[in-house]
Nanobody, 127 residues
Framework: QVHLVESGGGSVQTGGSLKLSCAAS????????MYWVRQAPGKGLEWVSI????????YYADSVQGRFTISRDSVKNTVSLQMIGLMPEDTGMYFC????????????????????WGQGTQVTVSS
C-alpha cells in the first residue's frame, strides 16, 4: 500500500526556518519525480520545488529560489524541503507528491496529475 506522509510544518516568524519531510512507503522515491506543492489560503495549488528521478536535478519556483532546498534520501526513502528566510506569503498547506515526469507542473495543478499525493503539513509564517 502506498503512503506519503509529510511532517515538519509549524508556525514561525518572518525570517524563520523549517524543514519539511516526506516519508514514502510502497514505492521508491528515486524512481519518481518528487514534488513539493503548496496551497495558500483561498488560492490554488502551486508547485514549489521538484527533484527528478535518478539524476537528482532540482527545480524551484521563482518565489522560493535561493531560500528553499529540496533533497532526497534514497536509503530512508524520503524527500525533504529545507526552508529558510520564510515570509508570510509562504503560508499554506504543503503537500508532497510523486509523478512519473515533469508534466505535472505544467498548467493548472491538480492532485489527479500525480501518481501519489500526501495529506499535507501546515506552514504558517507570521509577520
Amino acid at each position: 500500500q502506498v503512503h506519503l506522509v509529510e511532517s515538519g510544518g509549524g508556525s514561525v516568524q518572518t525570517g524563520g526556518s523549517l524543514k519539511l519531510s516526506c516519508a514514502a512507503s510502497g514505492f521508491t522515491v528515486s524512481s519518481y519525480w518528487m514534488y513539493w506543492v503548496r496551497q495558500a489560503p483561498g488560492k490554488g495549488l502551486e508547485w514549489v520545488s521538484i527533484i527528478n528521478s535518478g539524476g537528482g536535478s532540482t527545480y524551484y519556483a521563482d518565489s522560493v529560489q535561493g531560500r528553499f532546498t529540496i533533497s532526497r534520501d534514497s536509503v530512508k526513502n524520503t524527500v525533504s524541503l529545507q526552508m529558510i528566510g520564510l515570509m508570510p506569503e509562504d503560508t499554506g498547506m504543503y503537500f508532497c507528491a510523486a509523478a512519473t515526469g515533469p508534466f505535472a507542473a505544467r498548467g493548472t495543478l491538480s492532485p489527479d496529475r500525480f501518481a501519489y499525493w500526501g495529506q499535507g503539513t501546515q506552514v504558517t509564517v507570521s509577520s
